[in-house]
């Protein structure tokens, strides 16, 4: 019988010995070397903190100084957010006072470790953390550049339109929610717009203006938004849209802060706007009185003095634009209509508006003109456009231009000179005067006007029409 095993191989036998374990390994596939063992972390040697209130204080400085910040005014702690200081809510700074404590007290005896343990301990050492320099601030401290905004990761100056990295120093609390876009992508917006002002571009121009006014702290323009008419009109999605676009920046207020009230309110309403840019109220009684005096306060560029709940008073130099939402057109008892007194055109309108200003009996009561002989005709060549006017309140009862001398004359300067002619002399009269535009609530420009008297800025032209075109056509938003 055949031997089944007769075809296979002879097992081979490793040597035995040394020479045996090397041919294993030269047989073996190359395996990695080992990584060598890392050396276990440095530890790092306990800071030495004495076991004091006043000790634990120091070491609070010297570690959160840079980023923990008391606001007296406010009584609450700021921290900074790596682009905005935010204000705490979650004590944070009494958090981080008792971890000190408890690293400041390993290895004590037991009387001063039931002491330093104590939440006692922690609260003395945070008082005494909000009287140092390194922490103490109030409101004062807060958003002083009316032009920075701080949004997520950059800060961006609106009058360069250029992005920083965020500094504490600068004070910034509140942020915008999204960052500034490399291009405008916002059909839904835009057809939105279209479709609460009828395709109106003087609206939506409004509209835009003042939604970027908004997000300046500026207040120059002295004015107030009123957004009103039935539901369904596009008003309150407005609202919400620039308010969450403004994230911090904007806040919600009562409508009970601009309405009169029997009784004083708490001044705590008005202590929570300051450092907002956008302040935003909707829905009002119909035929409630208004706050007059409040209004004109806050939208005049006075300074407002408040406090919050158990706190002393601080005045502050409000930054918020008002947008007030409402069902019902609201009705101010003390202000009275601008009457026109001037008519302001181009030397290219110069007969017509004489015909128009001519008193001309009318045969019928159609042909009524209300403006015939009531009006004073200013013909004005710094008037660009050869169909634009402007109608004007009487200076002297609304504000809209203020005038001063310059060089420090209040009189025409004449100055003379000998001529070729002995019998003759050369004069010259100089007056040196200029104006500037304070004020829109006297001044009316038609649609197709542009340019601007001489003595209006350019820019201060632009600002004061735009402001215009809401109190011209605010019934579009109601359609």
Not at 288 to 308: C, L, P, V
Not at 450 to 465: E, F, K, L, T
Request: some cysteine; aromatic content about 8%.
């Amino acid at each position: 019988m055949d031997d089944p095993f007769a075809s296979l191989e002879p097992l081979a036998v490793a040597p035995s010995g040394p020479e045996g374990v090397r041919a294993q390994f030269d047989q073996m596939e190359d395996i990695p070397p080992p990584r060598p063992r890392q050396p276990p972390p440095a530890q790092e040697d306990p800071v030495e903190i004495e076991v004091t209130e006043d000790g634990v204080a120091r070491a609070f400085t010297e570690k959160y100084g840079g980023t923990l910040r008391f606001d007296h005014d406010a009584g609450r702690w700021y921290h900074w957010q790596e682009d905005h200081w935010q204000a705490d809510t979650t004590s944070r700074a009494f958090e981080y006072c008792r971890r000190l404590a408890r690293l400041a007290s390993e290895g004590a005896k037991h009387s001063l470790l039931s002491t330093a343990r104590k939440a006692s301990f922690a609260g003395g050492v945070e008082r005494l953390a909000r009287a140092d320099p390194a922490h103490a601030v109030t409101q004062e401290a807060w958003d002083r550049d009316p032009w920075l905004v701080a949004c997520p990761g950059e800060t961006v100056d609106l009058r360069t339109g250029r992005s920083a990295v965020p500094r504490p120093e600068d004070g910034i609390t509140r942020r915008v929610a999204v960052a500034p876009a490399a291009q405008e992508t916002c059909p839904t917006w835009w057809q939105f717009l279209e479709d609460a002002t009828g395709a109106d571009s003087s609206v939506m121009r409004f509209l835009q203006q003042w939604a970027g006014y908004s997000l300046t702290g500026i207040t120059r323009e002295h004015t107030l938004v009123f957004l009103y008419g039935d539901g369904g009109n596009g008003k309150s999605v407005f609202i919400n849209t620039l308010t969450g676009l403004l994230g911090d920046y904007a806040a919600t207020a009562g409508m009970e802060t601009f309405t009169a009230s029997k009784s004083d309110r708490h001044p705590t309403d008005l202590a929570m706007l300051a450092g907002a840019r956008l302040v935003a109220a909707s829905e009002t009684e119909e035929g409630r009185a208004w706050a007059e005096s409040r209004i004109k306060q806050m939208t005049g560029g006075d300074r407002i003095t408040a406090r919050f709940m158990r706190r002393d008073f601080f005045t502050y130099t409000p930054q918020f634009k008002l947008t007030l939402v409402g069902n019902h057109r609201p009705a101010l008892a003390n202000v009275k209509p601008v009457e026109p007194w001037a008519l302001v055109v181009p030397a290219e309108l110069e007969t017509v508006a004489q015909q128009v200003l001519a008193e001309i009996a009318a045969a019928a009561v159609s042909d009524v003109n209300p403006f015939s002989g009531t009006l004073e005709l200013i013909v004005e060549p710094g008037l660009t456009s050869a169909t634009g006017w402007y109608l004007i309140g009487n200076p002297a009862l609304h504000d809209g231009l203020a005038h001063a001398f310059l060089d420090g004359q209040s009189a025409p300067r004449i100055e003379t000179r000998a001529g070729w002619n002995t019998l003759g002399m050369e004069f010259r009269l100089t007056w040196a005067v200029d104006a500037k535009f304070i004020g829109t609530a006297s001044w009316f420009r038609n649609p197709g006007a542009s340019g601007c008297p001489r003595c209006r800025p350019r820019n201060a032209q632009r600002q004061g029409v735009a402001l215009l075109c809401l109190a011209r056509r605010s019934e579009v938003l109601d359609r």
